[in-house]
């Protein structure tokens, strides 16, 4: 079946700029997260989404960060004005609930600020 | 404050068995052992997790010692495709979010 998509794979975007990032998580998957990989670097947690719950955005590095879920379907990460160190990869992955429930994972957006 | 520990890097020939060692002296009751791998420019793919038994998948086998202080991943017949970091994660019930240690570096060599 379909894994979780991500949206673009790859974004060049100048320091300033605003971004959009969309994951399409796995169909019935109620959870999901977002994680941050800087280049040569383990995966940070960012957001995560659980059905109507609110979400645990703990590990949001700044208010330029935020993210927004339709319901259990498409999330979208937004990095208002980008700065160069939000130059990562950025990967979504989504779960049944539970903690015996694997996360999948997309293969991410990679975005740069130039 | 690591829950996993794993050596950084291990090296194994193409065709052979791969076992990756992960301890995990302090899990608890409740708590899984998951284990990802990850590819060059790919995402976290998962491998396979389990509780108290041994597990076994299309992919790899979980052996998980009886007092569940450290497990083993068993790739039986590694391939250079196999190549990648390898992720060993304890997880609980109030870990929704798994978090990711350093894992070990496998370098499947021809």
Redesign the interface.
């Known amino acids: 079946g379909a894994g ?1 998509s991500q949206s673009p794979s790859n974004k060049v975007t100048e320091k300033g700029k605003d971004v959009e990032l969309r994951c399409d998580p796995i169909s019935g998957h109620t ?1 999901l ?1 977002w994680y941050r990989q800087r280049l040569g670097q ?2 940070e ?1 960012l957001i ?1 989404f ?1 059905g109507n719950s609110a979400p ?1 955005k703990s ?1 949001l590095p700044s208010d330029r960060f935020s993210a927004e879920r339709t319901g259990e379907s498409v999330s979208t990460l937004t990095i208002q004005r980008t700065q160069q160190e939000d130059s990562a990869v950025y ?1 979504c ?1 989504s779960s049944f609930w539970g ?2 429930s ?7 957006t990679r975005l740069t600020v130039t | 404050d690591a829950k996993t520990t794993q050596p950084p890097s291990m090296d194994c020939a193409e065709g052979r068995a791969a076992n990756l060692p992960c301890n995990h002296s302090t899990i608890s009751g409740n708590e ?1 052992v ?1 284990w990802y791998r990850q590819i060059h ?6 491998i396979i ?1 389990g ?1 108290k038994n041994n597990e076994t998948n299309e992919m790899a086998s979980l052996i998980i010692t009886e007092d569940r202080k450290s497990s083993t991943l068993i790739l039986p017949h590694a391939t250079l495709r196999d190549t990648a970091v390898y992720y060993c994660i304890v ?3 109030n ?9 070990t570096t496998v370098t499947v060599r021809a």
């Open positions: 979780v959870a997260y383990g995966l947690f995560y659980q645990d590990g990967l992955a903690w015996d694997p996360l999948h994972f997309g293969n991410g | 899984y998951y420019s790919q995402g976290p793919q998962y997790h509780l997880r609980g019930s870990d929704y979010k798994l978090s990711f240690g350093a894992g």
